[in-house]
């Protein structure tokens, strides 16, 4: 074969390749809940091109042949978003402080695939990671799944923590005598220079934001919730890094005063919130910074630690904090501050992160602001409107189909039928 000819042939299946992934697909949903105006569209069709939606419309049947998923019987809503998971931290659902220095990086990571798609099947098409032990991790699971080698949803990465030795983001428990490995010690930080490196490092190899523990964690050892760790200067040098670079930070902050130390660093969401008072909760309305509470998994600590016999510490350190944080979620939704979707997955098993959509709706949201809460608020959290939480032309058509109606019953999303993710069914 001449040049000629295979330079025809090669155009000839790049042609090919592209008429493929052109194809036009057709999803048959029995209704359809838009969250951009907080309503439900009966017997819709949504047409689907290179994996992106290009119309939605009361539904008619598309030309013969065409490809059709028949969900006319089931709800259809956009693929949810987990705005606080720890995916990638594969063995972070154990008691053990220092489980990290258990693994290999290689173990870690496989461990995290697995955890990737468990988050998937179970609706959650895309997730932020709030933060890895070995870091980095995520990135390389963000980049896998982005490849298409790892199953698994969107992935937003913290790249690590930026915490102090010792502190609420730190690997504690070991020996006095175990090194810990440099790369579950990249955002240690002991300065305000310190931090303004370590965000420079962690966005420069990859990450796509900064996680700054500002406060003490519940599950760590000898950190305290409500004490501050980072100071004012060191937070605010990471976010001063971090706006300088097109990104932001977020911190992780329980108690009342490090909120407030965090809001003034410039920190775009508050991660747990727990001990939030009532000038916390007005300055992070004024200031349009989210708060992110996971206000479900504190019975699941309580009811599983208790069984398995987690640290004492842990297990009062949960109790000290889980009903003042419902009562502070309750205050928020009453304000009108800013309530993005975030669980903490990875303090509890993976995969049933929707469990918490009734504990939002206890504490005083409707089933719609709960599934807004998961679907366009915290896609506007992430700076990702234009792609994710919506079903409109232009969105990625990351979709979830269940049985049932959950603005009836929001409990209906702790099981979907299917999932799909950029115009492909996965579950």
């Known amino acids: 074969m ?3 000819a295979i330079a025809a042939a090669t155009l000839a299946a790049g042609a090919l390749s592209c008429a493929a992934q052109a194809e036009t697909r ?9 969250t951009e105006h907080g309503k439900v569209l009966e017997d819709q069709r949504i047409d689907i091109v290179d994996g992106r939606v290009v119309a939605v419309a009361r539904w008619s049947p598309p030309p013969a042949g065409a490809t059709v998923i028949d969900w006319s019987a089931l ?4 693929g949810l978003i987990d705005s606080h998971t720890h995916v990638a931290d594969g063995y972070a659902d154990s008691s053990d402080p220092a489980e990290a220095l258990h693994h290999s990086a290689a173990a870690t990571i496989l461990k995290g695939a697995r955890r990737a798609r468990e988050t998937l099947e179970a609706g959650f098409t895309t997730i932020r990671d709030v933060g890895v032990f070995r870091g980095l991790s995520d990135v390389a699971l963000r980049d896998a799944i982005e490849s298409g080698d790892v ?3 969107r992935m937003v990465v913290a790249g690590a923590y930026v915490t102090i030795p010792n502190g609420g983001g730190a690997v504690t428990g070991a020996a006095p005598d175990v090194a810990v490995p440099a790369d579950m010690r990249l955002g240690y930080v002991r300065s305000a220079d310190d931090a303004r490196n370590a965000a420079d490092l962690l966005l420069g190899r990859g990450a796509d934001f900064i996680k700054l523990i500002a406060t003490g964690a519940v599950l760590a050892v000898g950190s305290t919730p409500g004490a501050l760790e980072l100071t004012p200067e060191e937070m605010k040098a990471a976010c001063d890094a971090a706006k300088r670079r097109g990104s932001y930070c977020i911190a992780h902050a329980h108690g009342a005063e490090g909120i407030k130390a965090a809001i003034r660093a410039g920190a775009r969401s508050i991660e747990h919130a727990s001990l939030i008072d009532d000038e916390g909760l007005r300055m992070a309305k004024d200031a349009g910074v989210w708060l992110d509470m996971d206000i479900f998994d504190g019975d699941w600590i309580d009811a599983e630690g208790t069984k398995n016999g987690w640290p004492t510490e842990y297990l009062q350190k949960n109790r000290d904090t889980t009903e003042a944080q419902r009562q502070g979620f309750a205050k928020a939704v009453k304000m009108g501050v800013k309530l993005s979707f975030g669980t903490d997955a990875g303090a509890y098993p993976h995969g049933i992160n929707a469990r918490q959509f009734a504990y939002m709706v206890r504490y005083g949201m409707t089933a719609m602001q709960a599934i807004q809460s ?10 990702r409107s234009a792609d994710i939480g919506a079903l409109s032309p232009g ?7 269940v049985a049932g109606d959950p603005l009836s019953d929001v409990r209906v999303l702790e099981k979907v039928a299917h999932v799909m993710k950029g115009g492909e069914v996965v579950l």
Do not use: E, Q
């Open 395 to 401: 969105h990625y058509a990351d979709m979830v189909a």
């Open 26 to 34: 057709y999803v048959h949903a029995g209704r359809l809940i838009d």
């Open 374 to 383: 998961a679907t366009i608020v915290s896609a506007a959290l992430l700076g």
């Open 151 to 153: 199953v698994g949803p």
């Open 75 to 78: 709800t259809v809503l956009p």
């Open 2 to 4: 001449g040049w000629i």
